[in-house]
């Protein structure tokens, strides 16, 4: 791997005796776009705001192209923030808002002017620029945070829930934007968000966080296919998970043992099972089939209706509720409320992961 744009190394953050980073170290590759994923209170934010100098860490350090920079300050960090609130000067223009931090810089007026144009026109606010921003949507004075954020061109640009605050189909259209914004631009993205749609279709690499640890770092596609422990498995996406016995046969494949079924692993587990463990599956994984032609029987619940696609609820008697994801087009078996059917899954769509 090449020399890293950003260090953190053993992070720790406590208030009181709450660790809301509990010894946190990892690399951020120069023009990636890496997402903190977290529920709330996971850490997410603090590290975000420790990176950029708005806290300090009560141990461990912080490096910047291989130089310490854990106590300097945010006005020295070649970093520019994007935040929920947009954070927009209310008596300043578009312009002058987008400009300030040139202005701060001491550009000269013909410069810093020429650079606001570009900028606005980076995100499609070209005709926008004598606007206040009372005037402006949502959206709009989010692209215009975005701007000010690159307007001089900053090493690292930390983006803090910046979407969170709108509504679905834009916040859709944005995600769009700014991963094309990303890849145009080349700078390094760091984003916090809670969202996994978020996560997942923008990062070239996600960190899931809970109570200020790393629970799992790896490409999106990676994280969600094989997760290493529960809160992974069911805090990116949907899992089903199933009690099972693990077992290495003399020829050195493994075994899981569900219920009365046995079937072989596609891949030697990569997590430590001794015996005991849990098959992690994705509900749209399970196949729902009629009785006989499947593994096991149960009796459907509950169907929740999503357009696309509906969600079915299924009861088995031994390791209870099992969620399944069938497509409604051309449905094979269109489900019904108290219906007996039969479902299994394919042993190359189960994860092997720690019971606890």
């Known amino acids: ?13 406590t208030y009181g005796k709450v660790r809301a980073l509990d010894n946190v170290a990892l690399d951020i590759r120069e023009g990636e ?23 300090s860490v009560t141990s461990g350090s912080i490096h910047a192209r291989g130089a310490e920079i ?28 987008v400009g300030y931090p040139l202005r701060v810089r001491k ?16 995100v499609q606010m ?6 206040m921003p009372h005037q402006l949507s949502g959206g709009q004075q989010q692209r215009i945070a975005l701007a000010r954020a690159l307007s001089f061109k900053p090493d690292v640009l930390l983006l803090d829930e910046p979407l969170s605050a709108l509504d679905k189909k834009l916040r859709a259209d944005l995600q769009w934007e700014l991963k094309a914004l990303h890849d145009r631009l080349g700078v390094t993205f760091i984003y916090v968000t809670h969202d996994q749609d978020e996560a997942m279709s923008m990062s070239d690499r996600v960190i899931i966080l809970s109570d200020g640890s790393v629970q799992q770092e790896g490409a999106p596609a990676e ?7 529960k809160f992974v498995a069911s805090f990116l996406g949907k899992s089903n998970f199933v009690p099972a016995q693990i077992r290495k046969q003399a020829n050195g494949t493994y075994t899981a043992q569900v219920a009365q079924e046995s079937f072989e692993l596609s891949a030697e587990p990569e997590v430590n099972i001794d015996g005991k463990a849990c098959l992690a599956i994705r ?12 593994c096991f029987a149960g009796r459907i619940r509950q169907i929740s209706y999503l357009g696309e696609r509906c969600l079915v609820l299924v009861d088995h008697e031994e390791f209870g509720e099992i969620l399944i994801s069938q497509t409604t087009w051309n449905a094979s078996l269109p489900p019904e409320p108290n219906m007996e059917i039969s479902f299994g899954w394919d042993c190359k769509a189960c994860v092997p992961i720690a019971e606890n």
Do not use: W
Not at 5 to 11: D, G, H
């Open 223 to 229: 994280l969600y296919n094989r997760p290493r422990n």
């Open 70 to 97: 854990t106590h300097l300050p945010p006005e020295k960090r070649d970093f520019a923030m994007v935040f929920q609130g947009y954070a927009l000067f209310p008596t300043m223009t578009v312009a002058e808002n």
């Open 283 to 294: 509900p749209e994984r399970v196949r729902l089939g009629l009785p006989g032609l499947e």
């Open 126 to 131: 070209s005709g926008f620029a004598d606007r």
């Open 1 to 13: 791997m090449p020399n890293p744009i950003i260090s953190v190394r053993n992070a720790v953050k």
């Open 33 to 55: 776009f890496l997402t903190l994923l977290g529920p709330s209170g996971s850490g997410k934010t603090t590290l975000l705001s420790a990176i950029a100098g708005f806290l």
């Open 107 to 122: 550009m000269p007026n013909a410069e810093r002017a020429e650079r606001v144009r570009e900028c606005l026109e980076l």
